[in-house]
């Protein structure tokens, strides 16, 4: 490490520059998960409690490593190091979103730096031309651009609650642990690295180690500790590279999907707890917290929906949706007919999916939309769009719930009540975008008239 870095690091360890900020995936509301302990075999280290969950609903192992401490008292306050970040507590937060905060080890590690060319702002008297490429994105905020491969990375990993904003442009620069070059971009919260040996997989970009670089800096010890007696090894599902691009939602929970024809709701963690609903194949899951029980094909993990629900973790996915084609601002719903969901952003952030009905033989218009009328509740009468009693396809339904127009001859997002749960991702209404009540319940609080509908296959 460089004299004047090492220097700078024990000036400035707990000045604004290193200050904690809100991880993006917010405090589970479930309880159960504080009594799960795993062990990290990779490392030899544990994971419990707020860290636990703050890991997983970030994005686990493919956003922050694994962890190479234990929680301890640093800085006044209880934290814990991964390869790619430092966790810290904020006890007088529990219960919120500001429980777990992270360091801006980004802004941390080229704070020096700055008169760089890479890091130098760039100023737009015209930025609006600076974004006017699709594959490129001018941030006014730090004054860096964002484009192609890290543009795509940053936007289906979090985007900008996971990494921060750009805080320097593309370079060229060596890896201090391989001593390899490599292109790369710093964000206020992270290292992006283009690993062409990996082109045409996930791992085409990856993440800095700036938490193991943190912890050496500091002289924490990051040695293996043996397993605890009350511990058990990570299950190989909690380490799915995928956490990192599943749907998460501002209430705290992150969105799975059923990977069985038909799984069982039930009221404890339990194979033999009563059932108290039943979910299927493809059908999104809201996870809000993890906890033991009965062991499913070998991994005894359940997670907790909410309001006493569980469902075995063995036979749930992360629910990665479809990369949009077109990004819109505000609040807006992607539709994609090839997987059946549609997805509910608040800029570039998804927080919300849910499984749906399509219409058959292609009925269901393709391309972008705006609602322009809504109905709490209403009769849809086929005769209204053209389609007489008696003929095919007519149909005379009641108490339709949540219908927001958004092409004439009547498409509409809204309830469908008259299809059962389990024929959800197929093509069976008349055109409609057909929704669960209870989805259609909450597009209909998230959007409004003038929102965007984008619908594509």
Known sequence: MPRRLAWFIGMVLVCSLVSP????????????????????????????????????????VMTFGYPITEPFTQDGMVVQY???ARFEYHPQNSGTRYAVLATLLGSWLTETRRNEPAFRPIVADNPAALNSDPERRYFPETGHTLAYGFKAYWEA?????????????????????????YTVQYFERARFEYHPENKGTPFEVLLGRLGA?????????????????????????????????AVATDDGAI??????????????????????????????????????????????IWYELGDGRYVAAAWVEP?????????????????????????????????????????RDGKTPVGVFQIFYRVRNETMDAATVGIPPGSPGYYYLTNV???????????????????PPAQFGGFTSNGCVGLMNSDAEWFWNFLHIGSTVSIHY
């Open 21 to 60: 900020i809100l991880l993006p995936v917010r405090h589970a509301h479930a309880i159960g998960w504080q009594g799960l302990i795993l062990y990290f075999p990779q490392t030899g280290h544990h994971l419990s409690g707020e860290f636990l969950w703050a890991w997983i609903s970030n994005g686990g």
């Open 82 to 84: 991964f390869e790619r």
């Open 157 to 181: 990993n979090g985007g900008l609650y996971t990494f921060g904003y750009p805080i320097s442009e593309e370079f060229t620069e060596r890896n201090p642990d391989t001593g390899e070059f």
């Open 213 to 245: 670089q943190y912890a050496q800096a500091r002289g924490v010890d990051t040695r293996p500790v043996p397993k605890r007696p009350d511990a058990i090894e990570v299950p190989a599902q909690l380490l799915d590279y995928r956490w990192s691009r």
């Open 255 to 300: 969105f799975g999907r059923v990977t069985a024809p038909t799984l069982a709701i039930r009221n404890a963690p339990s194979n033999s707890a009563p059932a108290v609903a039943w979910t299927y194949a493809r059908h999104p899951v809201p996870i809000r917290g993890l906890t033991l029980g009965d062991p499913v094909k070998g991994n005894p």
């Open 319 to 359: 629910l990665v949706p479809d990369i949009p084609p077109r990004r819109f601002g505000g609040r807006w719903v992607d539709v994609s007919l090839r997987s059946f969901y549609a997805v509910a952003y608040d800029g570039d952030r998804p927080v919300y999916v849910a499984i749906i009905t399509a219409g």
């Open 401 to 419: 719930q949540f219908t927001q127009y958004f092409k004439s001859g009547g498409y509409a997002l809204h309830g469908n009540y008259w299809t």
